[in-house]
Structures are given as C-alpha cells and as structure tokens.
C-alpha cells in the first residue's frame, strides 16, 4: 500500500470515530435530559376530612314565627300603628278599626240584656206567687241568656277592632293603609319572630345515614355576610321524601338570632356537616395507579413532596380495592401511565388545559 493510501485511509477512520462519537454524546444528552425533565402525570390525593373541611351546603334563612294578621271582623282601617322593619312585643297594639258601630251594637245589645233582665226578674216574682204559667217563666229565662250572649258577642267584637302582636317580631309587611275599608281575614301585616331562625338547605342521599346513627351528624351555620362565626343549630324537621330532581332531602334547622348581626329572613347561609366518621376517609385506589398486583397487595408510585420524585411503594388492599395500609393521608401518587415511570424520576402533575 502506498503512503498516500495509508494516510488516506488513518483520515477516513479518525473522521468515523470523531462522527461516532458526536453522535453517542448528542444520545447521552439527550438520555439525561430525558432522566432530569419531570414528566407529567395524573395525581391521586388521599385526602381526609379535617373539621374545617367538612362537606357544606348552601342553605336560606327563614322566620323561626310567621303570621300574617288580620281583622276578625269588617271595618274601616282607623290607624295602623306599625310600619315594615319596626321591632314590636307581644300585646303591642298594631293597627284599629274604626269602632263606632261596634260602640253602637253594643249600646243597643246592652238595652236589650237590661230590659231582658228586668223582665226575667218580674217573671220570677209572679211565677213565685202563681200568676203566671212555667211556660211564660221560661221564656222570660230564654230571652234573658239570649240577650247575655248577643252582649257578651258585641263585646268582643268591640275588642276585634284591635289588632294585637301574639308574639314578639318583626314587622316584615303591611299589606293595608288607614282609612281603607278591609274585610274580616283581610291580612293587615305580616309578623315575624326572629330571635330564633329556620335554616333550610337540602342534604345529599350520601349523608342521609348520618342522620339515622346513634351517633347523630351536627350541623353549624355561618352567615355570608359574617364569614368566620358558626353558629350551633338544632334539628327541627328532618324530612324523609327526598327531592325528585336533586335526590336530597330536605332539613330545617334551628339556630339563634345573632345578637351582633341583623339577620333577615331570605339571606344565604352557608350549613357545615360535621360527623366523626368523616375523620377517617376510606381511599379506593385507581386501576390504573397499581402494579404488581397480587393477592391482597400491590405497588403504587408514591410521590416525594420535596423533590417530586416517585418511590415504588408497596401497599395493602381489601376486596374492594380499598386501601388498608402503606400510606397516609397527604399522600399523593401517580394515577395513571404507570409504565413509563421508573424509581426516581422526576414527575409534575398534569394539569388540563382549558377548553380540551
């Protein structure tokens, strides 16, 4: 072989072997840029309830009393004495008929019980001396209980001409202006007791049984408007048909009016569950996040909060794929595309774009 062919030859060989090893350097990069770069997966919390994070519901404020009150006889409005929002107690006089014919019937109920009187007592004294018969005693007896009683009924409906609160409230509505004519049952005003309140919300299916355990599920109620400040409530009607759209029933609670806050009847309130059983969650573990799956136990990839790399953990499971042992709650692991992991590598979870 020629010299020149030798040194042609030693040129072609240091230039594949330069070529090679670019290229397994460009491979080795890549393979670790491949290890460092976090992959992005689908995570699995096991997360509990703690008692700030019990479940909630919306729910609304009603009158713990209601009335609508109204006039037991006919009449002319002569005053109302209230008006809407006004805060009155019990035996306040609201609203007045005008009550001259009232005075007049019973002026004229009260001449026909003197004159019934008088009679019945001269009836007495001849019937005692044997001049008249038992059957003129008698109606004399007659006319004067008759007479008694269309007394006694003008009387109250004298008093009917005044409308009066059965309860401490609120005036929440006046449906009627003075000097307007109503008739008896006409609702006049709308009263409400709102020293205690109804809460109503609906309860899910899922909780139902909360409510039926010797340990029974409590509930606190916390204002919109006074965020941070749960109030106690009590049951008062737990209804046992649930709601054919939703499939919840619904529940009515009691609660104290707030003394610092003004609570009102339609405000919205937010209604906690609490129940010690929620404490202690019962993880079902996905399909898709176990490997190496065997009787009773099986391996998931646990994912470091610190450094977001993944650990082979085993774990234990019942029949039900319900997880016994081998995390805690906190813990979060990979739920899907086990297979392209491997120990060590560094994850992110995957987060769903909007609009896919």
Request: aromatic content about 8%; charged content about 20%.
């Amino acid at each position: 072989m020629s010299r020149w062919s030798l040194t042609a030859l030693i040129c072609m060989l240091t230039a594949q072997l330069s070529a090679f090893g670019v290229a397994k350097g460009r491979y080795n990069e890549a393979e670790l840029l491949q290890q460092t770069a976090a992959m992005p997966v689908k995570v699995f919390s096991l997360k509990g309830y703690s008692p700030s994070e019990a479940p909630s519901f919306p729910g609304r404020v009603e009158a713990g009393d209601s009335a609508q009150l109204a006039f037991r006889v006919p009449g002319q409005l002569q005053a109302l004495r209230v008006r809407m929002g006004d805060r009155v107690q019990a035996g306040t006089v609201l609203a007045e008929l005008d009550p001259t014919d009232y005075h007049l019937n019973l002026d004229a109920r009260q001449a026909e019980f003197d004159l019934a009187q008088l009679e019945a007592k001269r009836a007495r004294a001849l019937y005692t001396q044997k001049l008249i018969s038992e059957d003129q005693y008698d109606t004399a007896q007659t006319l004067l209980a008759t007479s008694g009683a269309k007394l006694e009924q003008a009387r109250e409906q004298l008093s009917f001409c005044k409308l009066t609160a059965p309860f401490g409230g609120s005036i929440a509505f006046t449906y009627a202006m003075p000097s307007e004519v109503v008739g008896p049952q006409q609702p006049i005003i709308n009263l409400q007791d709102t020293s205690t309140l109804d809460i109503h919300f609906n309860l899910p299916a899922r909780y139902q049984h909360l409510l039926e355990e010797e340990e029974k599920a409590v509930f606190s109620v916390t204002f919109e408007l006074m965020p941070g400040v749960p109030l106690e409530s009590s049951y008062k009607e737990v209804g046992m048909q649930p709601d054919p759209d939703t499939n919840s029933y619904p529940i009515t609670l009691l609660v104290q009016s707030p003394a610092n806050f003004s609570a009102r009847p339609g405000m919205p309130v937010n209604v906690r569950l609490h129940h010690s059983s929620l404490l202690k969650t019962r993880w079902v573990i996905p399909e898709d996040a176990l490997f190496d799956r065997s009787d009773g136990s099986a391996n998931v990839w646990r994912i470091e909060p610190a450094t977001m790399t993944i650990t082979r953990t085993p774990v234990e499971l019942d029949d039900s794929g319900a997880l016994r042992a081998g995390l805690n709650p906190g813990d979060r692991i990979v739920a899907a595309g086990i297979d392209r992991l491997r120990e060590g590598q560094r994850v992110q979870p995957w987060v769903r774009e909007e609009g896919l």
